[in-house]
């Protein structure tokens, strides 16, 4: 072999939030030399001084490892990522503000400066959630200002709370190349990215090269397929409660069948975070634009269903509270979308608790990780550090998000804070026979008793 495809290249990785920072550091760790490209100086540089600007377990490790060896840097300025031989954009893409499009002015934004600085044999690759078509735009743009440089499009599917794993040990890599979308481009795309990726191609990752729409759609027709099935299991949790049956036990059996499988199967407050929510909102406007809109009108409901779960969860605990919640104490145990994570982006526990301090109770709410966001963006809600504090004097109490530490809470001694035993579990994750010996009155979203 004339190449050693082993060898480490120069990268820059353009936008240094969530997606950026945790592929910067991974791709140092793979033996890269790489620049973190950030607008936002603070960031830049609390990065470059290996402090983590958000939560993610087995991150701040990864990034102090990636600084030591001297492969990993971080700039504010553009120029910084010239001469890298590959250059990663991987800005945010939400949702337009009273619209169901996404945003992409930042990709628009960082693509029209990159191409700045950009030389010819190198090579852009898009990780950012996009609508299908932005791709061969840019595309278009890249050839049109630097000949001889070319774009990729190669999604990122990781997981917030595993973001290092699912960066390093993908369970599949996606490459959207210019010699299968009609570009005419002398960057061998596939090469240099399996070069970039040696490792993980050498581990046997799975690998799909396709066109540009086809990876653009990989992602989004991905995160709708799980969004659909977290609102399947919602839906079939509204039909429990109207007929007493019970959904976890549903969904167990149900996931037996590996057609199915039991993961994305769990019944509660559904879906929300930075990605789910805003990709299919996003998909659907994007084939509203193509005239295919009737094929998505399904995750208009998927999406109803998800909301609905908010809804009802606020009439549950007003019901439990003898059906006033005025001058109810309630204790919130999570605030982030999801456990291992300090992102309260749609964070359904919040939507429920800033419902029912409307409604008149007085809501206290605890995160492990997440109340910093929560006291900036939520001053209107009373944060406390501990469940026994929110729980304090509670009439009732509300899981709404799984973190570990709530799920092991030992309801005897947690009881003896509380002015009546009631807890409303919001992610089907207590152990209800050991809650109910307990002497607490337990509900849920989908199963008996409801
Ligand atoms: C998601 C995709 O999983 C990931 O592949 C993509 O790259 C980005 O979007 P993330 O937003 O980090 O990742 O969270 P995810 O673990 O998918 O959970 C999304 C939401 O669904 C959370 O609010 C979670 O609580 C909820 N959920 C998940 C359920 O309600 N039930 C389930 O069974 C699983």
Partial sequence: MAENSDAPLKLSVIGCGYLGAVHAASMAELGHEVVGIEVDVAKAESLAAGR????????????????????????????????????????????RRGEYAADLTYVEAATASLIEVLGPGELVVGKSTVPVGTAARLAEQVAARVPGAALAWNPEFLREGFAVADTLHPDRLVYGVPSLSGADTAVDAEKVLDTVYARIVADGTPKVVTDYATAE????????????????????????????????????????????????????????????????????????????????????????????????????????????????????????????????????????????????????????????????????????????????????????????????????????????????????????????SAGWTYRALGRRNV
């Fill in 52 to 95: 983590v600007p958000f939560f993610e377990p087995g991150f701040e490790e990864l990034l102090r490892r990636s600084l030591d060896s001297g492969r990993l840097s971080f700039a504010s300025d553009m120029a910084d990522a010239r001469g890298a031989a590959v250059h990663f954009v991987c800005v945010g893409t939400p949702q």
């Fill in 217 to 436: 759609m990989v992602k989004t027709a991905a995160n709708s397929f799980l969004a659909t099935k977290i609102s399947f299991i919602n839906a079939m949790a509204e039909l429990c409660e109207a007929t007493g049956a019970d959904v976890k036990q549903l969904a167990d059996a149900i996931g037996h069948d590996d057609r199915i499988g039991r993961k994305f199967l769990n019944a509660g407050l559904g879906f929300g975070g930075g990605c789910l929510p805003k990709d299919i909102r996003a998909f659907m406007a994007r084939a509203g634009e193509l005239g295919a809109d009737q094929a998505l009108t399904f995750l208009r409901e998927v999406d109803n269903i998800n909301m609905r779960r908010r809804i009802r969860m606020v009439e549950l605990a007003r019901q439990v509270c003898d059906d006033s919640l005025l001058g109810k104490r309630i204790a919130v145990l999570g605030a982030a979308f999801k456990p291992d994570s300090d992102d309260i982006r749609d964070s359904p526990a919040l939507n429920v608790a800033a419902q029912l301090q409307l409604q008149g109770a007085n809501v206290r709410v605890t995160d492990p990780q997440a109340l910093p966001n929560v006291r900036r963006h939520w001053s209107q809600l009373d944060c406390v550090d501990t469940p026994e504090e929110a729980a304090e004097g509670a009439d009732a109490v509300l899981l709404l998000t799984e973190w570990k530490q709530y799920r092991e809470l030992d309801p005897g001694s947690f009881g003896k804070v509380v002015r009546t035993r009631r807890v409303l579990d919001g992610r089907n994750a207590l152990d209800r026979e050991a809650w109910e």
